[in-house]
C-alpha cells in the first residue's frame, strides 16, 4: 500500500534512515514536514471526498473549528481507503521506523479551520498516543493569512514563546512526538480561505 | 464614593427588580452602571494607557496596565468599601464581602484557559466593564461553564457591571479574541465577593 500511497523520494531504505536520523534532533521537540508526501492524484481525491462530508461545529476555551466524526465511521470509499492505508501495519511500521518510536494503530477525523478558527497552547498528551499527525491538504495559503502550525519553545515542561511556524501546505505531512515539551498551537485563521486537514495520533 | 455610580442604583425598587432578575438569572447585568462622566473619566484614558503582556501560554495571554489612572484607583477603594459589599449583598440577597480584584485588558491574541492551577473559590464575580468599543463578533467574552456546557456569557458591554453566581463546579474563561477586535481594548476592573 505505501507503494501506491506515499511518493517514490519517501519509500526507500536510505531515505528512511535520513528522516530517522532527523527526527529525534529536530527543535523544539522532535518533529518533521514531510512535503509532496502522497501520490498527488490520490491525495487530490482524497481532499474532493473529504470537502463533501459533514463538519460538525466545536467550540470550547481552547478552540474553535469544524471537525468530521472518525473517518474510520464515515461510508466514503476513498476516506476509507486512505485511512485503511493510513492504520495499516506496514504505514504504522514505516512511522515507527522513521519516528524511532513504536506505534500500532492510527485514528483520524477531518478538520475545517475558517476565519477566526484556532486551537491554543496544549502538549497533546493523553493515554497511549506516541506520535500526533497533521496531513495539510489547504491550498493557497500564505504567512498573512494565519492558521500556521506553531511550536514553543519550553522551559521545565512549561511553553514559554513560539520558535517555530509552518504555514499550512497542500500534501503536507506532520509528525511530532507526543511528550511533556510538545506544546503547541494553530494559530488564528485570518483569511476566508478554509484550513483543510485530516489529522489525529498514532498510538503505541 | 456615592458620585461615581448612576444614582438609580440606589433606589429601592430598581435594585429589587434588579435582585429578583438575578434569583432567577444566577447572573445580572447593569447598564450605564457608572455616572456617564465617572465613565468617561475612567475609561478613555485606559484606551490609550500602556500596556504590559501577562502570559503562560498554556493558561492565560492578557495584558495589564503599566500605570492606573486615579479614578480607576478609586474604583478599585470603592470595590473594598462597605457601601459596595451591601449593594453586592443585596442584589445577590446574601451577606457578602470583598475579597480580591483586579485590572484586566484583553486584546487580539488574548484568553484564559479552563486549567486546574486557574481555579479560583466559588463567590460572586463582580466586572465592572470600562470598554469603549468592542465589536462582539470578536468575542473576549467571559463563559461559565460546568462540564463544558456554557451557563452564563457576559459579553463586553460599555459601562455595565455585571454579577455571577460562580458555585464549586462553575469555572470561567475568557475567550480568545480574534482580529475582529481590531486595536480595540476590552477592559475588565474584576472582583470577587464571597
Redesign the interface.
Known sequence: MIKAWVHPEYRDDPARKTLARTFPSAKPFPHMVLHEFFSPVRIKRVREELLKQSFAFKESDLFRFHQTADVSTLSNKTLQEFFQFFSSKEFCSYISTITKTKVNKADMSGFIYSSTDHLLPHDDRLEGRRIAYVVNLSQGFTRKDGGALSFFETKRNRPLRIVRSFTPAFNTLFLFKVSPKSFHQVDEVLTDKKRLSLAGWFYG | MAELIHPQYFLKHVLLAAAQQFAKNKSIQLHQFLLPETYKKAALPLQRAALREHY???QYHCHELKTIPMVVKQLQRWLKSKEAATLVSTLVQKKVSFKESCLCVYVH?D????HDKNKEPPGYDVIIDLTTHWDQ?A?GHH?Y?RN?QELVRVSPDPNTLAIVHRPAPVMK?V??V???AGKDRRIALEARFA
Request: net charge positive; hydrophobic share 25%.
Open positions: 503562560l501560554p498554556d491574541k484568553y484564559t484557559l479552563l463578533r468575542c463563559s461553564v463544558g474563561f475567550k480568545y480574534n482580529y475582529h
